[in-house]
């Protein structure tokens, strides 16, 4: 009798059918192609790309990214980019304003490691902050975060972006590295009106502009509408998700990540349950009214989750339905969550295991 222990990782060359789950699987040949359109994109635009790794948290899909041509990478938290300067990566920005003595002690440390850090400030607190722990001998880079119409963080007129990035320039431990935004999708009108009258106050003050950063995957196609900016961010892009088959960013053929979930009971005719709950599928609706989409079955509505289980609404489906111990593919509504629920991803090749990467950059969010 065998008594061997369980095996829950997969291994290269196993068949994504034989797989425990629930857990994420990517394709590599939509991953890739993902990667390829929109560096391609930015290539013929002639503007540079600075990939957002929270999407993955994985360095080898961020040297990728890289090697396709794309100059640096984004990062969101601290952690997170400590993970990257660890493998190797020296051109980070950080997008969020960093505060308190233990942030920025480390902030100070990861400095002092790679060539080129940038973060971004939007408040006068933020850099004196960033000031009083920084000097000349090794500056910070720091960008002014505008508010182009998101309704989150950002100065909130062009006057307070140039005022503020004098306060940065004037500090002798800062340098100022450009004006960053996260725009509201298809909103380049307003980055563009909004960035014009930014760098003509600049311009007035004497100060140049590095660099001008917009950002978002449901706008990454759209960066070129807004002449303005020298560098786009985006993260979901790479993998895909519901919400950017909604913003008419992709289609279904276009989603490397999956969900696949195994029929655990069929209580009823119209109900099915399966092992992933919001541990797996994250109760992140992104304006959606149920929790992803079943591949295959476009009627199915997965319309509740607990910690384990996820209940499917088959009612509106035919007379094919999935049955008890069948495994099914899902598309998540919202991507980047999912990458931080699992400690590895499970990637594939017309359905044979290629490569296990580990979630190097899990569950590090300060």
């Known amino acids: 009798m065998d008594h061997s222990p369980f095996r829950v990782s997969a291994r290269p060359g196993d068949h994504i059918a034989d797989l425990s789950t629930p857990r ?66 020296e051109d980070i920005l950080i997008t969020f304003n960093i505060l308190g003595h233990e942030k920025i002690e480390r902030l100070q440390a990861l400095n002092q490691r790679i060539a080129e850090l940038k973060v971004t400030a939007d408040s006068a607190e933020t850099v004196s902050g960033l000031a009083a722990c920084f000097s000349a001998e090794r500056p910070l880079r720091v960008m002014v975060e505008c508010d182009t119409g998101a309704g989150r963080c950002g100065v909130q007129t062009p006057d307070a972006a140039a005022e503020l990035a004098g306060l940065i320039a004037a500090q002798p431990g800062l340098r100022f590295a450009g004006l960053m935004t996260y725009p509201r999708p298809a909103a380049h009108e307003a980055v563009q009106a909004f960035f014009t009258k930014a760098l003509a106050r600049l311009k007035e003050a004497g100060l140049e502009c590095p660099a001008v950063s917009s950002g978002g995957t449901p706008s990454l196609f759209e960066a070129h509408l807004a002449p303005v900016v020298t560098e786009h961010r985006a993260g979901t892009y790479i993998y895909n998700d519901r919400s950017m088959i909604r913003a008419g960013h992709c289609g279904q053929g276009d989603c490397a990540m999956h969900i ?57 489906c035919g007379a094919e339905r999935p049955k008890i111990g069948q495994k099914v593919l ?10 931080n629920l699992f400690d590895e991803m499970v990637f594939h090749r017309d359905g044979v295991v290629t490569r296990v990467e580990p979630v190097a950059a899990r569950g590090l969010v300060w």
Request: hydrophobic content about 45%.
């Open 260 to 316: 696949l979930a195994t029929i655990v009971s069929r209580p009823t005719s119209d109900r099915a349950v399966i092992d992933a709950g919001s541990k797996a599928l994250t109760s992140d609706l992104l304006g959606f009214s149920d929790h992803g989409m079943v591949v295959g079955y476009p009627e199915a509505v997965i319309a509740a989750l607990s910690e384990e289980h996820g209940v499917i609404d088959l009612s509106a």
């Open 24 to 89: 994420p699987i990517i394709d590599e040949g939509r991953l890739a192609a993902n990667i390829a359109r929109a560096q391609a994109y930015f290539d013929e635009h002639g503007i540079a790309f600075r990939p957002h790794i929270k999407t993955h948290k994985i360095p080898a899909l961020a040297q990728a990214q890289v090697e396709a041509g794309a100059r640096g990478i984004n990062c969101q938290k601290i952690t997170e980019a400590e993970v990257f300067a660890d493998a190797g990566f």
């Open 330 to 339: 899902i598309i998540p509504n919202h991507t980047c969550v999912v990458s």
